[in-house]
């Protein structure tokens, strides 16, 4: 038998070389255990925050702090959505909002598609309510977030959700103020985030408008504000929910609850902040 030549055996071992190197890619980021292989936990779940017009403020930060304090183990990130215009002009861009939107959207799509078993929620205030809506309507099919969190909304009541809710697997908790002064004349005067002039959703509620789906709209939990709130330092004014008791104590057991969950807590929890957490934020 003739001996391989000096050439055919060098390509040999580049055929041997490339085959040991796609398996080891094969195996990268798996784990054995007794010769079986194991698929890697589940990236940290994320939660975007979008402030409202006036852009990321100390209160977003103290949203954060609270819903941390509360339990939320979350990769967060705040988007200021207003970039170097925050204020009344980011209320009437409507185009760039738009925009922002979409850019939204892409970060949510491409956290999905890196891995669809990370768990994402979204919160936002005020304006940013609208931009969080925007984003969902412009999800691919298949992209869902966890939750979501509408905090004094800003868009106008009758604004339809169906679309936006299609990519809530869980449920959409809007809580509002009839006392948020912003969210009523501010509105009245200088219109909602959708370009309404009237009482925005985060004073009086939703509506669901006539041809809305019903089904998509029993995710929405509706939260009128309680007197009670008080005591986690939520005066009912346009900034209170954000306070970081009040974040702590509500709204962080609120973010990976179902709707049936979420109902019920809301229905049976104390309305008092608990003796433990008596400081002040």
Same mark, same amino acid.
């Given at each position: 038998?003739?001996?391989?030549?000096?050439?055919?055996?060098?390509?040999?071992?580049?055929?041997?070389?490339?085959?040991?190197?796609?398996?080891?890619?094969?195996?990268?980021?798996?784990?054995?255990?007794?010769?079986?292989?194991?698929?890697?936990?589940?990236?940290?779940?994320?939660?975007?925050?979008?402030?409202?017009?006036?852009?990321?403020?100390?209160?977003?930060?103290?949203?954060?702090?609270?819903?941390?304090?509360? +339990?939320?183990?979350?990769?967060?990130?705040?988007?200021?959505?207003?970039?170097?215009?925050?204020?009344?002009? !980011?209320?009437?861009?409507?185009?760039?909002?738009?925009?922002?939107?979409?850019?939204?959207?892409?970060?949510?799509?491409?956290?999905?598609?890196?891995?669809?078993?990370?768990?994402?929620?979204?919160?936002?205030?005020?304006?940013?309510?609208?931009?969080?809506?925007?984003?969902?309507?412009?999800?691919?099919?298949?992209?869902?977030?966890? !939750?979501?969190?509408?905090?004094? !909304?800003?868009?106008?009541?009758?604004?339809?959700?169906?679309?936006?809710?299609?990519?809530?697997? +869980?449920?959409?908790?809007?809580?509002?103020?009839?006392?948020?002064?912003?969210?009523?004349?501010?509105?009245?005067? *200088?219109?909602?985030?959708?370009?309404?002039?009237?009482?925005?959703? +985060?004073?009086?509620? *939703?509506?669901?408008?006539?041809?809305?789906?019903?089904?998509?709209?029993?995710?929405?939990?509706?939260?009128?504000?309680?007197?009670?709130?008080?005591?986690?330092?939520?005066?009912?004014?346009?900034?209170?929910?954000?306070?970081?008791? *009040?974040?702590?104590?509500?709204?962080?057991?609120?973010? !990976?609850?179902?709707?049936?969950?979420?109902?019920?807590?809301?229905?049976?929890?104390?309305?008092?902040?608990?003796?433990?957490?008596?400081?002040?934020?």
């Amino acid at each position: 038998m003739t001996p391989p030549s000096p050439r055919r055996g060098a390509l040999l071992c580049v055929c041997v070389a490339l085959a040991c190197a796609v398996g080891c890619a094969r195996d990268a980021g798996r784990k054995s255990d007794g010769g079986r292989a194991q698929i890697a936990p589940p990236p940290r779940p994320y939660l975007l925050h979008l402030p409202g017009i006036g852009g990321k403020r100390s209160i977003d930060r103290t949203l954060v702090k609270g819903l941390e304090e509360g +339990g939320v183990d979350a990769e967060i990130e705040i988007y200021d959505w207003t970039g170097e215009d925050p204020g009344l002009s !980011s209320l009437y861009a409507a185009q760039r909002n738009r925009e922002e939107a979409a850019k939204v959207a892409a970060i949510i799509t491409k956290l999905y598609r890196d891995d669809p078993r990370r768990k994402i929620y979204l919160t936002g205030h005020s304006g940013g309510t609208g931009i969080a809506v925007w984003a969902l309507e412009r999800l691919p099919d298949d992209v869902q977030v966890e !939750s979501l969190l509408l905090l004094a !909304s800003a868009l106008s009541p009758t604004y339809d959700l169906s679309d936006a809710l299609r990519h809530v697997r +869980g449920k959409a908790v809007a809580l509002s103020s009839t006392y948020d002064p912003v969210l009523g004349i501010g509105t009245r005067m *200088f219109g909602t985030i959708d370009g309404v002039k009237t009482d925005a959703a +985060g004073r009086v509620g *939703f509506q669901r408008p006539p041809g809305a789906d019903e089904a998509q709209y029993a995710k929405l939990v509706e939260v009128p504000y309680d007197r009670a709130w008080i005591e986690l330092s939520h005066i009912g004014d346009h900034i209170g929910m954000m306070m970081r008791p *009040f974040a702590r104590e509500i709204l962080a057991p609120l973010v !990976s609850e179902t709707v049936r969950q979420t109902r019920a807590a809301l229905r049976d929890a104390p309305t008092t902040k608990p003796a433990a957490h008596a400081e002040s934020s």
